[in-house]
């Protein structure tokens, strides 16, 4: 039998196991606060634990499943995007941003992705396979050992790598629920964001869950016709549907959503498209991200100059839509959003 990951575990699935080792029942929690609170790695840094049981966790768990394939860091030192190999030998990237008093991390669902948005290379790739929730928890594990090792933190943590958590619903929140597990890593509900492309169905379990996680969905453009040409899921799950979904989220859960909008030269960037915009979010508990479009292979078009930003940015102001520019980071080394692609192994 191939070994498990023993991240995909919950407590109650690793207190089985234990137990099945014939194990008494403190052990799980002991186990736990290794894994989640000490970081280990390596079964033999469990010493508190007898010597059988740790042999018989490495014949029959794997605790290290990603590989540092390849790392790299941004000119001014502040971004570094790390390319693993996953046991089955395909790669995914993560990405770490340092802020001046806070470090958010950016992971991966899903190697590749089916969704296809014409700008993103991560779309570009196509769709690989889903990770599984330990596969997903294993990337915020490596860069918590690097932090602690600073004597920093992580602080922030969102759910915008390679693929779409919501086509990956189960495994994404059960990595959730290990982050914010009290006997564990108790990472704050409010610190993680989900961004999805707009997966109908999944918001609305989302909802129910009635979780402090926060929900950013892609929007892009508030015009239907424009939004299926460049997000090609719209065609599946328009706007006419997506934003009540998005209104019914925030009057349920009384949390604000944010939109993401990528800015593209030309193309969604005119006044009329900002004052659609404000048009489409009017009255909603909500905020927008603007972020000037990045450049990946196979998308010729450019990100929209900075006075086209700022007007944008301006114009939902002026309509009351609470909005925030976002500083493009790691462009020069591909990290930037919607340029992941595991370029070493697709180039
Ligand atoms: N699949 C999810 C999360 C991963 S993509 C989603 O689409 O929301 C993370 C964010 O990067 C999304 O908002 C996505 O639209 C955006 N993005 C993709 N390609 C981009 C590009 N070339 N420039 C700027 N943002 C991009
Ligand atoms: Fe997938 Fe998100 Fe990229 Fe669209 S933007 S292709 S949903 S990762």
Known sequence: MPKRLIYDLDFEALGAALAELGEPAFRTQQLW?????????DFAQFSNTPKNLRDSLSAEFIINPLHVQKTLLSQDGLTEKVLFTLPDNLSIETVLMRYERRNSLCISTQVGCPMGCVFCATG??????SLTSGEILAQVLHFMRKLQAESQNLTNIVYMGMGE?????????DSVRRLMDPRGLNFGARRITISTVGIIPKIEQFTKENLQ?????????ADNSLRSQ???ANRMFPLSKLIPACKAYTEQTHRRISFEYAL?????DSREAALALAGLLKGMLCHVNLIALNPSKKYPLQGSPKAKVHAFSATLEEHGIPVTIRLRRGVEIQAGCGQLASSEITA
Request: glycine fraction near 8%; hydrophobic fraction near 45%.
């Open 124 to 129: 570009q790739m196509g769709f690989i396979r």
């Open 33 to 41: 606060e290794g894994l989640y609170t000490r970081f280990y790695n």
């Open 230 to 232: 460049l997000v090609p």
């Open 165 to 173: 958590p919501f086509l990956n619903y189960d495994a994404t929140m």
């Open 213 to 221: 996680v926060n929900l950013a969905v892609s929007l892009h453009s």
């Open 264 to 268: 593209i030269d030309g193309v969604n």
